[in-house]
């Protein structure tokens, strides 16, 4: 919907995310923020935001985005329901905790998976938020056939991963949501974009990394990610960036990453990345940050 409104406004400001997700964004914040060509949208009237490839929305929920219209695209179906009843059910989504699940902090490995399949069967999203807490690592995986199949995780020390239900978190993200257009698909919503004036828009991009060999796949996504849907992504935000828009992508920094972003300013960035519980686990990535648009 708010693909084409350009004038509404969403009341709001910066929260951290309310699901916890493989490869977030938060640390990088900071480094975007400092950007001139975001500075320069921040003065802009009558902004809109796109976040395309949304996972749990660092970036989004870090951004101020009082007086913005935002769209956000997410293929992830159970974090899209989840996120669709933040915004639209929140109240009925708390008292389902209260009644049901109550201050319970942690579930048994049999739980999970009785749990997992009744999220499969469901579709619930308190079960998703539960589960994506407990899975292992963190990772929330979804298979080809569309299933929820995240192990269940411990932590280093043996004990179950702390459920945490954010009640003042979950108010604070249905507040932020207001308004905000919530879409499948990323390369419709570009799409969708490419036909509006979007000189007052900023897009910010973190498609899931390209593997690190053409033969290895991202098994947490149940459409593998490759080098050919890279490449039409940046041709979709060429388009967008020729329609005014300020366009960054964040991916792995690779020299093939790179043949793929020839003409835009690249500013390499460094960030631990939290997938894992052990320190060994918890690499740092060499990335960057790919930025085309007005400054
Ligand atoms: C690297 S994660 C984004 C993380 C996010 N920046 C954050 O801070 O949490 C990439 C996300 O893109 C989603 N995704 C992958 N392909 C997509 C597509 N074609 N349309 C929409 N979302 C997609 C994945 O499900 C995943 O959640």
Redesign the pocket.
């Known amino acids: 919907m708010a693909l084409l409104q350009f004038e509404h406004s969403i009341p709001g400001n910066n929260m951290n995310?309310i699901?916890k997700?493989?490869?977030?964004?938060?640390k990088l914040l900071p480094v975007l923020w400092e950007l001139p060509c975001v500075q320069a949208w921040q003065k802009k009237p009558q902004r809109r935001y796109i976040?395309?490839?949304?996972?749990?929305?660092?970036?989004f929920f870090g951004l101020d985005t009082t007086g913005v219209a935002c769209d956000i695209?997410?293929?992830?179906p159970f974090?899209r329901r989840f996120y669709a009843t933040v915004q639209q059910q929140c109240e009925q989504l708390i008292a389902c905790f209260q009644s049901w699940w109550g201050d319970r902090d942690c579930v048994s490995e049999a739980e999970f998976y009785q749990l997992r399949s009744w999220l499969n069967e469901t579709q619930h999203p308190a079960l998703f938020y539960l589960l994506s807490q407990a899975c292992f690592n963190g990772l929330i995986r979804?298979n080809a056939a569309g299933a929820f199949n995240s192990s269940y995780g411990l932590k280093t020390d043996g004990q179950p991963n702390w459920i945490v239900i954010d009640y003042a978190g979950l108010r604070e993200a249905s507040r932020k949501l207001q308004g905000v257009g919530i879409?499948?698909?990323?390369?419709r919503v570009l799409f969708m974009a490419t036909e509006l004036d979007l000189s007052n828009t900023l897009i910010?991009c973190?498609?899931?990394?390209l593997p690190r060999t053409p033969t290895a796949s991202f098994s947490?996504?149940s459409?593998p990610?490759n080098e050919k849907?890279l490449q039409a992504l940046v041709s979709l935000l060429w388009r967008c960036c020729s329609r005014g828009a300020t366009v960054i992508v964040?991916e792995r920094d690779t020299p093939v990453t790179r043949t793929y972003l020839t003409n835009w300013k690249i500013q390499p960035v460094e960030l631990n990345h939290s997938i894992g519980c052990t320190a060994a686990s918890r690499v740092k990535e060499a990335e960057l940050i790919a930025i085309h648009g007005p400054v």
């Open positions: 995310p699901l997700w493989p490869g977030g964004k938060r976040e395309p490839f949304f996972g749990g929305g660092a970036v695209a997410e293929a992830n974090a979804i879409h499948r698909e990323a390369f910010y973190d498609p899931p990394y947490s996504y459409i990610w849907r964040s």
